[in-house]
């Protein structure tokens, strides 16, 4: 069945950079989402990535996409402390794609 | 424009109590989608609707109904609560199947 996973927990410091992993398992997935979830609020999207794309960067953002190992990763350059929230990776379902499957969040913790 | 809003932001409900959550959008969306938030855990999909008038089951239908008796409204309905509805509620729309879907902040319910 479709599955999404993500590491539960990072820690980094100010300044450094943040990369967040998920895997998924379906690879006819059309596109993969980046949200963002600040604490006592709903999501925010980021970023997304279109299944044929390598890579997409935004500002700070760097979205990675290797299709074979079925693999996403978001890079966040120079973290502050304002980048300290839940992110969830989502891949969007191309058999019935009403629906987004989510993976339980990574906690981004960033120290001064 | 508001985007997605939803009622309450909190509730307190004894077992056995019914209760409806309602979800607003401004963006004249066709797709909303109602989800629940769980410890360590992604969103689940409850219900969704792909079009005023019609509503269908997500991944975890079980002890809710809803509706869409109005393009921009989105109800969910518990007949009868249960601890195990304990959760936060998320309403999300989006303009069609695969695109980007806008979260509203969420409702926090606890079913004692």
């Known amino acids: 069945g479709e599955d999404v996973e993500q590491s539960l927990f990072l820690s980094v410091r100010e300044g450094d950079s943040s990369v967040i992993n998920c895997t998924y398992t379906?690879?006819?997935?059309?596109?993969l989402y980046w949200y963002k979830q600040e604490p006592g609020a709903g999501l925010q999207l980021l970023t997304y990535?279109?299944?044929?794309?390598d890579m997409k960067q935004d500002q700070r953002l760097t979205v990675l996409l290797n299709k074979k190992d079925k693999h996403l990763s978001l890079r966040i350059a120079d973290t502050q402390t304002g980048d300290s929230a839940i992110y969830f990776c989502?891949?969007?379902?191309?058999?019935?794609?009403?629906?987004?499957?989510f993976g339980s969040g990574t906690r981004l913790l960033v120290r001064p | 424009n508001a985007g997605v809003t939803q009622t309450p932001k909190f509730r307190v409900l004894k077992t056995g109590q019914s209760m409806t959550l309602l979800c607003a959008q401004d963006m004249n969306h066709e797709y909303m989608y109602w989800y629940r938030q769980d410890p360590g855990m992604g969103l689940r999909l409850i219900h969704y609707s792909v079009g005023e008038g019609t509503t269908a089951k997500g991944e975890v239908p079980d002890g809710y109904n809803v509706s869409r008796l109005k393009k921009q409204n989105f109800l969910l309905g518990l007949e009868s609560a249960a601890p195990s509805q304990t959760s936060v509620y998320f309403c999300a729309s989006s303009k069609m199947t695969g695109a980007q879907q806008y979260f509203g902040p969420g409702t926090r319910l606890t079913v004692t």
């Open positions: 989502a891949e969007s379902i191309s058999d019935s794609s009403y629906k987004l499957i």
């Open positions: 379906d690879s006819s997935s059309t596109y």
């Open positions: 990535i279109f299944s044929n794309m």
